[in-house]
């Protein structure tokens, strides 16, 4: 199981010498801004959000490919932060990641035979029968058979879909307890993607792994996750049981995706129209809600209080105006 509690991410806007002297040099980018969600054994989360959201900045916290500026990351009980170098490695490597980008992940000078086996050389194996056993059958998994069709084959000899299957071969090597993949579909021919969320299903199926499936784009989660986590702006604006969420959504950040998607699922309501404009930056705190600007249905009290995930039929959701208990609150053109 892993756990993330009150994730933060930060950047600096400006870096290096220009830092000295820019007028923006305390100013910072909350790429991920308070993110806690968990992941139970077998079970698939799907984080949704727009581009720039913070979903590749939380994966890459996760896989410890960055230290978070605040919060903690505990994977079965045992908080990342607390442990020294060497551990940590250990640790992390219990969280594999699959890259968006099946071209830009590999080493060009290698050969498929070389990509598999590498997260096991690395971590010490040096048997070389045992190494050759782990490589086919982890290709064996991934459907790259018969595997000796491609051992000695350049990854740039193989389609998009295969080589993410490469890819998802070599996260899965050291049997991780997680995987996170990150757009694993979205540089993928259409006629390709389902293939690979297919794959995807499968491995959590057959190995218990857990998965964190991050897109942007709704249309496929409901064949792959049991539970959503909506991000917007470096936060969790909702998140509950995926088919409760793609059926009935609850935030409206949530309802303007739903509706933008064709068909999520079969009988999903569509209330609401597709958002304008684009997301704010992450640089500067309003103090508010941080989907105001877009929103269809803001109130003047959503401009200066920033609502938290409170509890609201099944899910989780930060609105003001989903409050169970409360004053029914008035939309902004009524109110003035
Ligand atoms: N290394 C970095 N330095 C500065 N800003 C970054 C860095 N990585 C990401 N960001 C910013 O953080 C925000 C979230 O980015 P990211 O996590 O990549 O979003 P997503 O994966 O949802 O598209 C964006 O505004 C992005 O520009
Ligand atoms: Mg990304």
Redesign the pocket.
């Known amino acids: 199981m892993i756990e993330v509690t009150d994730l933060v991410r930060h950047?600096p806007v400006v870096t290096g010498l220009r830092a000295l002297f820019s007028a923006d040099r305390h100013k910072l980018?909350r790429?991920?801004d308070g993110v806690s969600f968990r992941v139970g054994d077998g079970e698939v989360l799907g984080i949704v959000?727009?581009?720039?959201?913070?979903?590749?900045?939380?994966a890459k916290m996760l896989a410890g490919l960055e230290a978070p500026t605040a919060g903690s990351i505990r994977i079965n009980g045992q908080d990342a932060s607390d442990l020294r170098d060497r551990d940590r490695k250990e640790f992390h490597r219990e969280v594999q990641m699959v890259f968006q980008d099946p071209y830009g992940s590999i080493n060009p000078s290698h050969d498929v035979f070389q990509v598999v086996s590498r997260p096991l050389v690395y971590q010490g194996e040096r048997d070389r029968k045992a190494i050759r056993r782990r490589v086919l059958a982890a290709m064996d998994q991934v459907g790259l058979s018969p595997p000796d069709l491609y051992l000695g084959k350049h990854p740039h000899l193989l389609s998009g879909g295969q080589r993410q299957r490469l890819c998802i071969a070599r996260a899965i090597i050291l049997n991780p307890t997680f995987l996170v993949a990150?757009e694993p579909i979205s540089m993928l021919d259409v006629s390709i993607k389902w293939d690979i969320i297919r794959l995807l299903r499968r491995l959590v199926r057959e190995t218990g792994l857990s998965l964190i499936y991050i897109t942007?784009d709704l249309a496929t989660v409901s064949t792959i996750c049991d539970r959503l986590a909506i991000?917007y702006l470096?936060k969790i604006v909702e998140t509950g049981p995926a088919l409760k969420i793609l059926t009935a959504p609850a935030h409206p950040y949530t309802k303007a995706l739903i509706a933008s998607i064709p068909s999520p699922v079969p009988g999903a309501r569509r209330e609401a129209a597709d958002i304008k404009g684009a997301m704010p930056?992450?640089i500067t705190p309003t103090g508010g809600c941080g989907f105001v600007d877009r929103c269809p249905v803001a109130v003047k009290r959503c401009a200066v209080s920033e609502p938290a995930l409170t509890r609201y039929q099944g899910r989780d959701a930060a609105c003001h105006l989903l409050a169970e208990s409360g004053p029914a609150a008035v939309p902004i053109a009524m109110e003035a």
């Open positions: 950047y980018v790429a991920v959000g727009e581009s720039g959201c913070g979903k590749s900045t939380t990150d942007h991000m470096g930056d992450a």
